[in-house]
């Protein structure tokens, strides 16, 4: 049976990989990411967290669209007055306000930071 080898196998997947990849690239270039300057410190590692960060956008996207997030984050950006005018923006208490009227799911804050305990081994 033609096809039906080990390369093959390994070929399917590379080409899989590879729309992942490119995927990623088209989406990022359509958003204006790397358009005139390309992630040039990208290098292997810095790809596959470069696409990790895309599918993990995309996954926020798609729950936040789901859960009705989306719906009451326009509303609050559209309260601040940043659907019409980003030449001014709103003041810091008045952006505080507003976030404090979020409901309990969609309040959140950035963890202090802390030292990871040492690799195992």
Do not use: C
């Amino acid at each position: 049976m033609r096809g039906a080898g080990k390369h093959t196998q390994m070929r399917s997947a590379l080409l899989l990989y590879r729309n992942i990849v490119e995927s990623t690239f088209g989406t990022q270039k359509a958003r204006g990411i790397g358009n005139r300057q390309p992630a040039r410190w990208a290098k292997d590692h810095g790809f596959r967290h470069l696409i990790g960060m895309h599918l993990t956008l995309r996954t926020a996207g798609r729950v936040a669209h789901t859960n009705g997030s989306y719906d009451i984050l326009k509303a609050e950006h559209a309260t601040l007055g940043l659907a019409r005018d980003t030449s001014h923006p709103p003041s810091l208490e008045r952006m505080l306000d507003v976030r404090n009227k979020r409901p309990p799911h969609l309040r959140w804050a950035w963890l202090k930071p802390q030292r990871l305990p040492p690799p195992p081994g």
